[in-house]
């Protein structure tokens, strides 16, 4: 009988040493998942990805209107139009345009062709093509600008009327052109330095002062984007879930992580364990 007990009592042993190790892994794994659930939230709450994806949000709804099919293909109407304005303008707007230096060489390459004096080459200019003549006479166009106070002053003085009832006369009475006339002064004016683009640059860093340039930092810079990123934006803005479901559910699965993983590593400890936990 003494000599069968201790080799009975060692497969008993061996079992509870086997048993205490299964479930010192086991809560040591499931420490491991409480971990890893702890970090989740670190990072939703560490990184701020619930403001940054609910901005992220916010852009997407702003921006909607702006990527859908219609309005790029008419971004890119618009600005070919407003392009050809500016290639009609620029030359004529102001000196630097090079259009009002080029009138006296054409009075003089048809006087030479003709044999015409220039005065009769321009008196037939005037009376052939008057619109014509006359827009030849009137550029640059901040030359007109520079007579506007003269002009004024003048119709003041004649109609014995205040600048300020001048001007509200001729807008009542003949608004389309009171309208131009006073769109001038600001369209010669900004031409070559738009107000508020003094630190303007095009994508690739070049400044975008002018008229032209600003076009251009439309037409090849900004539209262009809208242009390549259409399909994109579609689908981070319309694939289910919307991006700010994102930071809620990431906190709700950690958070069920953590709790549920706390729950299997303290019903997996040994029972010391416990019995320590509950004291405590």
Known sequence: MSTTAPVAAEPAESRALVERLERSFSTLTWSVVVLVGVLVLVIIFGLRLYPRLNSGQDVLNDAHPAFTDERVAGDRAGITMVSSIVDLADPIVTGQGGAAAEVPKLLAFVSEKTGLSQAQVLAALQQNFPHTTAL??????????????????????????????????????????????????TVTGGWN???????????????????????????????????????????????????????????????????????????????????GARAG
């Open 136 to 185: 030849l006479q009137a550029i640059p166009l901040e030359d007109v600008t520079k007579e506007l106070p003269g002009l004024v002053a003048f119709l003041s003085k004649t109609l014995k009327l205040s600048p300020a009832q001048l001007q509200a006369a001729l807008g009542q009475s003949f608004p389309r052109l009171a309208q131009s006339i006073a769109a001038l002064p």
């Open 193 to 275: 330095a738009v107000p508020g683009t003094e630190s303007l640059t095009r994508f690739d860093g070049a400044p975008a002062r002018t008229v032209p340039e600003v076009r251009d930092y439309f037409s090849k810079d900004v539209i262009p984007v809208l242009e390549r990123q259409r399909g994109n934006f579609h689908r981070l803005d319309t694939y289910w879930p919307r991006v700010s479901v994102f930071p809620p559910l990431l906190a709700t699965i950690g958070l069920i992580v953590v709790l549920y993983a706390a729950l299997m590593a303290l019903l997996t400890s040994p029972p010391t364990a416990r019995r």
